[in-house]
């Protein structure tokens, strides 16, 4: 017998969900079930006057046609149908059972909603159907569990974070979108992927994603979006596919083509269960993660060297809560600590001075011999 079709869902009209905590604050658009806002409210951009901290990109967005934590799926029109459905939106109603059961969830009674908070938003055409869940809390993470059914079958669901990454309105030298990268982690190791490295979307054909990893996630020099799997899983059960896309920016009077790295994750399982932390590249937070993330703090070639710095400098703002004070007084440190050396090493300059005019002397006296004679070893032990 043939599937029976699902019932028809979707809301009325485009609307906007947000949701904050004191960390961010979170735009939700029924439209796709994407983000189209996420704002981090300790941080401001380098605007004039400065904003709050946006980490999506409006502007690619809407060129690309790409969002935050839109659906990738192994047919491209259902996931364009998908991406565009309006999405019916509710959040748990006290005392009817689960959180995750449908029957559970009512209308939304207000916006903005206050973390901790659950959303659930739904869509179906009949054939397709599709379900997001979030979980937002207090912390920079939030998790998302989303499934996809054809005609009652589950099939392959991933999530992407699409049309662009960071702080668009850092300094033009270099432009911000060559600090941005998409990167997993395997085996403990991190790979990076700026967008020079990475392909056009037809690299990905039908079914091909890229197994094996423990998370993945896209970053620049401060900030990233990292997709993890739940508490308690296996390593190396993410899979991914990165590449680049390209939207146009105005340069002067001309407009000049920009490349957009995106990357997207999933899984074998069904539902797709993710933790998702967008924040700041915090060393601490980000240790903190599960698997730890503090390799994307990038200390440079002088790693050796940095991180006790920067763990010590940590440390004095403890106790010193000014960043500049803290730094002045570790310099006022390292410089009594390298005090012996530098003693020892005035001393030696002052001998090498003192016995200067001597080995000058005794260069004189064997300058008329070449380099072959044997007279000139004479030399050599005398300086000695």
């Known amino acids: 017998a043939a599937p029976a079709n699902a ?9 906007t969900i947000t949701i904050e905590n004191n960390l961010y604050r979170v735009e939700i658009s029924n439209k796709g079930a994407v983000v189209k806002s996420w704002r981090l409210k300790k941080y401001l951009d380098d605007a004039k006057p400065p904003r709050v901290l946006d980490l999506v990109h409006p502007e690619a967005s809407e060129q690309t046609g790409g969002w935050p934590f839109a659906l990738i799926l192994d047919d491209e029109q259902l ?11 509710g959040v748990p109603e006290p005392g009817l059972g689960a959180e995750k059961q449908p029957e559970s969830y009512g209308a939304l009674a207000a916006s903005p909603l206050r973390a901790p908070v659950d959303l659930r938003l739904v869509w179906s055409d009949g054939h397709l159907e599709v379900t997001k869940h979030f979980h937002f809390d207090h912390s920079y993470v939030v998790r998302v569990e989303t499934s996809a059914r054809l005609n009652g079958s589950p099939i392959k669901a991933g999530l ?17 979108v060559e600090s941005v990268t998409t990167y997993y982690g395997e085996g403990g190791r991190i790979t990076n992927y700026p967008h020079k490295k990475l392909e056009g979307i037809d690299k990905w054909g039908p079914g091909l994603w890229q197994g094996g990893k423990d998370y993945v996630g896209i ?11 739940p508490n308690g899983s296996a390593p190396g059960t993410l899979e991914t596919r990165y ?28 539902p797709l269960a993710l933790r998702v932390y967008v924040g700041p590249k915090d060393y601490d937070d980000l240790k903190k993660m599960n698997p730890p993330l503090q390799g994307l703090v990038n200390f440079g070639w002088l790693e050796f060297i940095a991180e006790p710095l920067f763990h010590g400098l940590k440390w004095l703002h403890n106790y010193i809560p000014n960043w500049g004070w803290a730094i002045v007084v570790l310099t006022l440190i390292l ?27 005794i260069q004189e006296k064997y300058k008329k011999y070449s380099m072959r004679d044997p007279r ?5 032990k005398e300086v000695m």
């Open 7 to 15: 019932p028809r869902i979707s809301d009325s009209e485009e609307r």
């Open 79 to 89: 996931q364009t149908a998908a991406n565009g459905g309006l999405y019916r939106a």
């Open 160 to 176: 992407g974070w699409l049309g662009g990454f960071g702080d668009l309105t850092v300094a033009p030298n270099p432009a911000p």
């Open 219 to 229: 970053e620049d020099r401060y900030f990233t979006a990292a997709f993890l799997p």
């Open 243 to 270: 590449w680049k896309t390209w939207h146009n920016v105005k340069v002067g009077e001309q407009e000049t083509p920009e490349p957009v790295p995106e990357a997207a994750v999933a899984s074998s399982s069904s």
């Open 335 to 361: 410089n009594m600590l390298l005090f012996p050396l530098r003693i020892s090493g005035y001393k030696t300059t002052l001998k090498m001075q003192r016995v200067a005019p001597q080995i000058k002397a």
């Open 376 to 380: 000139k070893a004479e030399m050599n």
